[in-house]
């Protein structure tokens, strides 16, 4: 799964502007670095405008975790969705129509996920190799008892050899490049078998960072320190993938 990610002031800019968002237009205002996102917050997200032509493109704040189960039921006691299965996207009617319709893209820098050693977890940060920014790959819908933007999920798929021995999902990554042939598509096109496939391996990297990511309320760059000594599996310090 995918439940935190980071996000540089200066990655946002370059993404918006790949995908064709004006410099600062409406919500776009540019946000802060943070190296924490966490679900349940506001996140910015790049979608084509409801009701729209799907090349026009808006960027809003969304609430990252969809309180939605089946087709278009609405459950406002069930625990939000921050991730999608991409399997669960081609077999299911309501993400379905989804993927059909209302896809977006979260704008991130690098993302986390956390290795478990018995009863302790080790966080990981995975960027591409290059260190550019990148598109996480999501789908969002309206919540008629929160704010009238909406809310979103992120797609997860299979692991790639980067990711598999940390876990056994990671989010599906879109190239600010394919940021079009994602937002314009539809689940008839090529690019919905792309769901099922993981991000290439010699694309990414991944390597161990600080305990301070644990919690929620560190965002500064505190969060991708080289882990401490004391603070590391069988001595692994540094180690990169």
């Known amino acids: 799964m995918c439940c935190r990610y980071m996000l540089l002031g200066k ?28 679900p349940s917050s506001k996140i910015k997200v790049v979608r084509a405008k409801p009701g729209r032509v799907k090349r026009e493109r808006e960027c809003v704040s969304l609430h990252w975790g969809l309180r939605w189960h089946g ?5 406002t006691s069930a625990p939000p969705i921050v991730n999608v299965r991409a399997e669960s996207l081609l077999s299911k009617a309501g993400f379905r129509e989804a993927l059909m319709s ?11 996920e956390w290795e478990k050693a018995g009863r302790a977890r080790f966080p990981w940060l995975f960027q591409l190799r290059d260190k550019r920014p990148f598109f996480l790959a999501g789908i969002w819908d309206r919540l008629p008892d929160r704010d009238a933007n909406g809310a979103c ?3 997860t ?11 056994h999902r990671m989010p599906m990554i879109v190239p600010a490049e394919d940021a079009t042939r994602w937002l314009d598509g539809d689940a008839r096109d090529g690019m919905s078998t792309l769901l099922l496939l993981p991000f290439e391996d010699a694309l ?10 644990n919690n929620t309320r560190n965002a500064g760059p505190e969060c991708v320190a080289p882990p401490a000594a004391d ?5 692994r310090q540094g180690m990169l993938f």
Request: glycine share 8%; proline share 8%; charged share 25%.
């Open 11 to 38: 990655d946002a800019r370059d993404l918006l502007a790949a995908a064709g968002i004006p410099d600062e237009e409406g919500d776009t205002a540019y946000p802060g670095d943070n190296y924490n996102i966490a």
């Open 71 to 75: 087709a278009g039921v609405q459950r």
């Open 102 to 112: 209302r896809r977006c893209l979260i704008p991130a820098s690098g993302f986390y």
């Open 153 to 155: 999920a992120i797609i």
């Open 157 to 167: 798929t299979e692991p790639n050899n980067v990711m598999r021995p940390i876990h």
């Open 204 to 213: 990414m990297r991944a390597r161990r960072v600080s305990s301070h990511v």
């Open 231 to 235: 603070d590391e599996p069988d001595g």
